[in-house]
């Protein structure tokens, strides 16, 4: 259950180690740019990011070892903890970013600790997010960052990114401190309360937010490789000059345009885990399928209403919208033809009504030229619906990186 979309990137060289991050001040749900920032020409982009969820229940004396990949690089660099799904107030005792050497170990010299507000200890309310102070230094695009964090307190919720694609860590007691992986025994695919990185660069350069379902999530694509479709994406606008070099994955695993279920839908999540961001120039929309085919009465017009929804939410805020067109999925289990005429009544106001700012056209990227029903079986991770790495990188590579441009400002482009 879920959904993906594409684009190209640049990639900056990588920098030395003692390139580090910073984050600003504390509890609040969206950063405020700096005043000397703005007039140095600079400004905070969301350079990571996944979209925040229930994710079992909060545990006391707990320490994640956190793994996340960056897109654009930057200074300053800061991290934004959620506790979206809690409560009750959550204390964060201790916070570390650092280089990841490999598996749970860190780059020696690396790990250096965050503040909130000038303090090292920060409590985030039920249902609000806290973002750290700047950290001083440089960090590299495309580079492995560890954040690790320590929870003082437990019960209720907790908040974070449950089908991660990614290997992270945990531990009992606080070793957010250390370089080493001796203490970091126990294993885990999820992300916990680290929901968004951003970094300081240039006014110019800005980021795009996939948001998505499974597909986005990289369900299908090689785990621990960065093989989701918004990572090939990340790889082509890093080897360009463009000014859009950031990329943040909003993607939930079988989520849906208008209902909650798998996690909150794209309506109810779109302020907190895309336009919250700094620097997010246009939202990349690929959802829409979990509706279809879940069979609850879902028809062509009530999706076309929800994409207008968010078309128009975007642009109030100054964001371009890239509508991706729903791929096949004959031979789910899920599939008939009545799902069908509802994906293709979708599909034909994606491509042709002009009420998106582009369009990605995934759905004959993907499908199969001798049945335009099914997904192309190079391209099928095994299920029918969710592509593999070949499919990802199809997807990505189909993208207009111009269309991810937008100079959309205020919203007067809004009646």
């Not at 806290?130 to 019960?155: E, I, K, N």
């Not at 246009?282 to 078309?311: C, P, S």
């Not at 991706?324 to 599909?347: C, H, I, L, M």
Request: include cysteine.
């Amino acid at each position: 259950m879920r959904a993906g979309a594409a684009g190209v990137a640049r990639t900056g060289r990588l920098v030395a180690p003692a390139v580090l991050l910073a984050i600003a001040t504390a509890v609040q749900v969206a950063p405020a740019t700096a005043a000397p920032a703005a007039l140095a020409g600079r400004h905070d982009v969301v350079t990571w990011g996944a979209s925040a969820d229930r994710v079992g229940d909060a545990v006391a004396d707990r320490s994640y070892r956190l793994i996340v990949r960056t897109s654009v690089a930057g200074d300053n660099l800061r991290i934004r903890l959620s506790n979206a799904f809690g409560d009750r107030p959550l204390t964060f005792d201790s916070a570390y970013a650092g280089l990841r050497r490999s598996g749970a170990e860190l780059v020696p010299g690396t790990n250096r600790p965050l503040t909130f507000g000038g303090s090292r200890s920060v409590t985030v309310p039920a249902g609000a997010t806290a973002y750290s102070d700047p950290l001083p230094g440089g960090l590299a695009a495309a580079a492995d960052l560890v954040v690790s964090v320590h929870t003082r307190t437990g019960g209720g919720p907790a908040t974070g990114h449950g089908m991660a694609m990614q290997t992270s860590y945990a531990a009992t007691g606080d070793r957010t401190g250390e370089d080493g992986a001796a203490g970091w025994t126990e294993r885990t695919g999820s992300w916990f309360y680290l929901d968004a990185v951003t970094v300081r660069t240039r006014s110019a350069v800005g980021a795009v937010v996939a948001l998505g379902d499974s597909i986005t999530d990289g369900w299908q694509s090689s785990g621990d490789l960065n093989r989701r479709w918004p990572d090939y994406l990340a790889r082509r606008l890093a080897a360009t000059d463009g000014p859009v070099r950031g990329v943040a994955n909003e993607g939930i695993s079988g989520n849906k345009v208008l209902a909650d279920g798998a996690g909150q839908s794209a309506l109810n999540r779109l302020d907190r885990d895309v336009l919250s961001h700094p620097g997010v120039r246009t939202v990349f929309l690929f959802e829409g399928v979990n509706d279809i085919k879940a069979h609850t009465g879902v028809t062509g017009a009530d999706m076309i209403a929800g994409y207008r929804e968010i078309i128009t939410r975007a642009h109030r805020a100054g964001k371009c919208v890239v509508g991706a067109t729903v791929a096949p999925f004959k031979g789910w289990s899920e599939w008939d033809t009545a799902a069908e005429s509802v994906r293709q009544e979708v599909n034909r106001f994606i491509r042709d009504s002009g009420e998106f700012d582009a369009v990605a056209d995934f759905d004959r990227i993907l499908r199969s030229p001798y049945d335009h029903e099914r997904i192309m079986p190079v391209f099928d991770g095994g299920d029918r619906l969710h592509p593999n790495d070949k499919g990802m990188q199809a997807m990505a590579d189909s993208v207009d990186l111009d269309s991810l441009r937008c100079d959309r400002t205020s919203a007067a482009d809004v009646p």
